[in-house]
């Protein structure tokens, strides 16, 4: 199944580590939320992105699928983000936009290296490239999509768009800051131990990189409730972020351009203080993905970060 696909207002359903998790937009100028639901997944259901225990995944679904009345629907879905590789890619001249798909087809495997040998991927023309033809190649792995799209199936919904994550979170945050073409917009989505940053510009996505921060030997131990859990701490964050975005300036850039603005996106205990580190670390603008939580259309309930991606994902249809 191909990314990007066209289809008028699929459900917007997301299935990650902790959750599923569903939205419907009532309009996306304002942003207006009309429901917003979540069931949360039993530990090792999904692990780093793969489905582990499908027959559970099933079961739940089958219920919450009922009750939010979405039975026989069209649905976009999130690729996990541990099986989504962005690269910037020349192309030669001779090449048209309508033969990229099947000139790429061709490439990788030979010319172009992914870490995965059996791909689904979609490719679109890098249009500020003037020195030479590049495009932008978003590729995952299509045994972990169809994982995805046959537990879909398995409960009567019909997978129509395989979306990525920092693309959804990007059409959110554009929502509030509109950014401008020139800047270089940096999102780090943190859950949990884990962290994607992806890099745009131009609003296109030229960067993407999971972290495992559960490596760093800058762990705090974080009560919640009941439980104790390790948590990297503001300053391993940071560290982690210097480097990347020392990569893009020196390793992408030549150190002729740099991220110029830096977004939060999680449910991250400890943001406020982050924030303040990265203000104090970095010369550049730094926030959360949205100036304001997003709130249902009733107003009365405020939605966690934790279903931004999947409100970004719910933008992807709206006109």
Same mark, same amino acid.
Not at 20 to 39: G, N, T
Not at 98 to 114: A, M, N, P, Q, R
Not at 143 to 168: F, R, T
């Given at each position: 199944?191909?990314?990007f696909n066209r289809r008028k207002r699929p459900a917007s359903l997301t299935i990650e580590e902790d959750a599923i998790r569903y939205v419907r937009l009532k309009s996306a100028e304002p942003l207006v939320i009309d429901i917003a639901e979540e069931v949360s997944l039993p530990p090792n259901t999904v692990v780093e992105g793969k489905i582990v225990d499908a027959e559970t995944l099933t079961v739940i679904l089958e219920g919450v $699928?009922? =009750?939010?009345g979405i039975v026989r629907r069209d649905v976009q879905f999130l690729a996990p983000d541990t099986y989504v590789i962005i690269r910037k890619v020349p192309y030669p001249n001779e090449i048209q936009e309508d033969e990229l798909k099947g000139h790429f087809f061709i490439e990788i495997g030979?010319?172009?290296?992914?870490?995965f040998e059996d791909p689904v991927f979609d490719v679109v023309p890098y249009v500020?490239? $003037?020195? =030479?033809k590049e495009a932008i190649l978003i590729a995952s792995k299509e045994s972990i999509i169809d994982?995805?799209?046959d537990v879909l199936k398995s409960v009567k919904l019909h997978p129509v768009v395989a979306d990525i994550g920092p693309l959804s979170l990007y059409r959110l945050s554009y929502q509030s800051y509109a950014f401008t073409e020139d800047e270089h917009v940096m999102i780090a989505d943190l859950k949990g131990n884990s962290m994607t940053v992806s890099i745009f510009h131009k609003h296109y996505p030229l960067f993407m990189r999971p972290v495992d921060l559960g490596q760093s030997a800058n762990i705090a131990i974080v009560v919640e409730g009941d439980?104790?859990?390790?948590?990297?701490?503001p300053s391993a964050i940071v560290s982690e972020l210097e480097k990347l975005i020392n990569f893009y300036r020196y390793n992408m850039h030549n150190g002729a351009a740099s991220v110029t603005r830096l977004l939060l996106n999680g449910d991250y205990s400890q943001m406020?203080?982050?924030?303040?580190l990265i203000q104090d670390r970095f010369t550049i603008e730094a926030g959360s993905l949205m100036k304001e939580p997003a709130r249902t259309a009733d107003g009365r309930q405020q939605l966690s970060a934790s279903f931004n991606r999947t409100i970004g994902l719910s933008l992807k249809e709206v006109r």
């Amino acid at each position: 199944m191909p990314f990007f696909n066209r289809r008028k207002r699929p459900a917007s359903l997301t299935i990650e580590e902790d959750a599923i998790r569903y939205v419907r937009l009532k309009s996306a100028e304002p942003l207006v939320i009309d429901i917003a639901e979540e069931v949360s997944l039993p530990p090792n259901t999904v692990v780093e992105g793969k489905i582990v225990d499908a027959e559970t995944l099933t079961v739940i679904l089958e219920g919450v $699928v009922k =009750e939010w009345g979405i039975v026989r629907r069209d649905v976009q879905f999130l690729a996990p983000d541990t099986y989504v590789i962005i690269r910037k890619v020349p192309y030669p001249n001779e090449i048209q936009e309508d033969e990229l798909k099947g000139h790429f087809f061709i490439e990788i495997g030979s010319s172009i290296y992914l870490p995965f040998e059996d791909p689904v991927f979609d490719v679109v023309p890098y249009v500020p490239s $003037v020195d =030479e033809k590049e495009a932008i190649l978003i590729a995952s792995k299509e045994s972990i999509i169809d994982q995805y799209e046959d537990v879909l199936k398995s409960v009567k919904l019909h997978p129509v768009v395989a979306d990525i994550g920092p693309l959804s979170l990007y059409r959110l945050s554009y929502q509030s800051y509109a950014f401008t073409e020139d800047e270089h917009v940096m999102i780090a989505d943190l859950k949990g131990n884990s962290m994607t940053v992806s890099i745009f510009h131009k609003h296109y996505p030229l960067f993407m990189r999971p972290v495992d921060l559960g490596q760093s030997a800058n762990i705090a131990i974080v009560v919640e409730g009941d439980t104790e859990a390790d948590v990297a701490t503001p300053s391993a964050i940071v560290s982690e972020l210097e480097k990347l975005i020392n990569f893009y300036r020196y390793n992408m850039h030549n150190g002729a351009a740099s991220v110029t603005r830096l977004l939060l996106n999680g449910d991250y205990s400890q943001m406020d203080e982050l924030s303040a580190l990265i203000q104090d670390r970095f010369t550049i603008e730094a926030g959360s993905l949205m100036k304001e939580p997003a709130r249902t259309a009733d107003g009365r309930q405020q939605l966690s970060a934790s279903f931004n991606r999947t409100i970004g994902l719910s933008l992807k249809e709206v006109r």
